[in-house]
T-cell receptor, first 116, second 111 residues
Framework: GAVVSQHPSRVICKSGTSVKIECRSLDFQATTMFWYRQFPKQSLMLMATSNEGSKATYEQGVEKDKFLINHASLTLSTLTVTSAHPEDSSFYIC????????????FGQGTRLTVV | GIQVEQSPPDLILQEGANSTLRCNFSDSVNNLQWFHQNPWGQLINLFYIPSGTKQNGRLSATTVATERYSLLYISSSQTTDSGVYFCAVDGYGGSQGNLIFGKGTKLSVKP
């Protein structure tokens, strides 16, 4: 199957700093990627849709200025958590598909963010 | 939007037992996938199955799209099968292509 690579897998940062998470599709081009957040013992919730060459689409309740998304190329999307606070600590995971519609979605390994 | 319900929420099995996990969804779907989330959080693709039946080793899945449900079968369970199993769908119309996840079934297989 297709491979989606996400880095870093784990990061600890201090309150007030910013953290960048990268999501790459390794063997296909993805015009659209998706960013999810997962709290402990809960399901995955969509945060935003990352669109290559245009602005991301954020789900209701997700702060655009806190979670900056950039989709600079067909194989790379980045999520930057700005001015991180302890409540931003969570598991973040990205997803990509070769094309929308009846195709399989693949997920990165996820990033566990801890803000201290 | 489309609703996805999984049952049971928790399941404890003895090694070697069989199990069936269920996923109900509220509307027609483009895409249905089953995932296993391992202890490190990674989502492992099990099946892409918007309709029909597929088998992969001890696992098999069936989706009856007209009745809006899917089943995941695990036979001869092993301790390594433990983890959370998610069903996720991508609905027709209004969907941006993202998957909507159920709340998962937490499976614990005891030796």
């Amino acid at each position: 199957g297709a491979v989606v690579s996400q880095h870093p897998s784990r990061v600890i940062c201090k309150s007030g700093t910013s953290v960048k998470i990268e999501c790459r599709s390794l063997d296909f081009q993805a015009t659209t990627m998706f960013w999810y957040r997962q709290f402990p013992k809960q399901s995955l919730m969509l945060m935003a849709t990352s669109n290559e060459g245009s602005k991301a689409t954020y789900e209701q309740g997700v702060e655009k200025d806190k979670f900056l998304i950039n989709h600079a190329s067909l194989t790379l999307s980045t999520l930057t958590v700005t001015s991180a606070h302890p409540e931003d600590s969570s598991f973040y995971i990205c997803s990509a598909r070769r094309q929308l519609g009846r195709t399989e979605a693949f997920f990165g390994q996820g990033t566990r963010l801890t803000v201290v | 939007g489309i609703q996805v319900e999984q049952s049971p929420p928790d399941l404890i099995l003895q090694e070697g037992a069989n199990s069936t996990l269920r996923c109900n969804f509220s509307d027609s779907v483009n895409n249905l996938q089953w995932f296993h989330q391992n202890p490190w959080g990674q989502l492992i693709n099990l099946f892409y199955i918007p309709s029909g039946t597929k088998q992969n080793g001890r696992l098999s899945a069936t989706t009856v799209a007209t009745e809006r449900y899917s089943l995941l079968y695990i036979s001869s369970s092993q301790t390594t099968d433990s983890g959370v199993y998610f069903c996720a769908v991508d609905g027709y119309g209004g969907s941006q292509g993202n998957l909507i996840f159920g709340k998962g079934t937490k499976l614990s297989v005891k030796p």
